[in-house]
């Protein structure tokens, strides 16, 4: 597949999400957006003329994490940028790479109030601002950071556990699923919003090249 594949799956309405290819009530071919780009189901087999692998790895979440009112621009706004992603350097790849990680901590830090969290969110932000600006931190600086993240992350989900076990044994079934609900809700509009960053991203790299 391609490009041209991707775009005409586009038109045709034969791209889906949450499986990598399947048959429409027509009996055409359907297949995801990464799929439909570059012809297989192996993000780690996706070959560097087409993408960089961390991209390779994250098209499937950009395809299938965020709403349904988004997608359909959201595909098309993405092939669009894969018809022009071709002029990026290995510098620029990269620079975008830990320019959108930066994004995801950013995102995550809305949804905590957890100062130990917090601290140790700031502490990568660090790094990756050095990381994008060219000064590469070291292994150990990266290594003492992760340290810390992780464990923040487990304190942070020892509690937030607690806190469910506690809130489902008082809650009613209905409150519980409304409750899932609006979660499920607000991680697809993070998502949305993660995907809109990271193609502001790569449009600022782009620039006007062709």
Not at 21 to 31: I, L, V
Not at 137 to 149: H, I, N, R, S
Request: hydrophobic share 45%.
């Amino acid at each position: 597949m391609s490009l041209e594949t991707l775009k005409q799956y586009i038109e045709e309405d034969r791209l889906i999400r949450n499986n990598w290819f399947g048959t429409d009530e027509q009996g055409r071919q359907t297949a995801c957006l990464y799929a439909a780009l570059v012809g297989n189901d192996r993000p780690p087999e996706c070959p560097s003329s087409v993408m960089p692998r961390w991209l390779a790895y994250l098209t499937p979440w950009i395809d299938d994490a965020g709403s349904a009112e988004k997608w359909p621009a959201m595909v098309r706004r993405y092939a669009d940028l894969a018809g022009r992603w071709h002029v990026l350097t290995e510098e620029q790849w990269h620079r975008a790479e830990y320019k959108f990680r930066k994004e995801c901590v950013l995102e995550s830090m809305k949804h905590t109030t957890n100062e130990v969290v917090l601290a140790a969110c700031r502490t990568v932000i660090a790094l990756l601002d050095r990381e994008i600006a060219g000064d590469s931190p070291t292994k150990d600086e990266w290594t003492v950071a992760a340290a810390a993240a992780w464990a923040a992350e487990a304190a942070a989900q020892r509690r937030a556990r607690a806190a469910a076990e506690a809130a489902a044994w008082a809650a009613e079934a209905a409150a519980r699923a409304e409750a899932a609900w609006t979660a499920w809700a607000a991680w697809a509009a993070a998502a949305d919003r993660l995907t809109e960053k990271l193609f502001e991203i790569l449009e600022g790299e782009i620039g006007g090249k062709k």
